[in-house]
């Protein structure tokens, strides 16, 4: 499978952008997609995650209450709405296959396969 995120761009603080990541491949319905970052310097993050069915979200602390995922299976794509946007949420954001199909939990990077090539967001203070 491959994914193509985009959406990313320039934003003063507490505004709002929306990613896009769309997908190839006939089984995109099958599989569980995450959003992760990485700013410069750090290590990559787990951001927010779906559901095959997009039933069952999951975010990290950082940004609940800010962030909303969800996805549209007919279109192979998966959005990531980012709201009051702060400083720190510059950053290269991913967005990931769930390695194994209708797997959930344990949202750390290595159970995720497949990777976009990333979209920059850069918030200004």
């Known amino acids: 499978v491959q994914l193509q995120a985009s959406g990313g761009g320039l934003v003063q603080a507490g505004g709002s952008l929306k990613l896009s990541c769309a997908a190839s491949g006939r089984t995109f319905s099958d599989y569980a997609i995450g959003w992760f970052r990485q700013a410069p310097g750090k290590e990559r993050e787990f951001v927010a995650a779906i559901t095959w069915s997009g039933a069952t979200t999951s975010y990290a602390d950082s940004v609940k209450g800010r962030f909303i995922i969800s996805r549209d299976n007919a279109k192979n794509t998966v959005y990531l709405q980012m709201n009051s946007l702060k400083p720190e949420d510059t950053a290269v954001y991913y967005c990931?296959?769930?390695?194994?199909?209708?797997?959930?939990?344990?949202?750390?990077?290595?159970?995720?396969?497949?990777w976009g090539q990333g979209t920059q967001v850069t918030v200004s203070s």
């Open positions: 990931t296959r769930r390695g194994t199909r209708y797997a959930w939990g344990d949202h750390r990077a290595g159970g995720y396969d497949s």
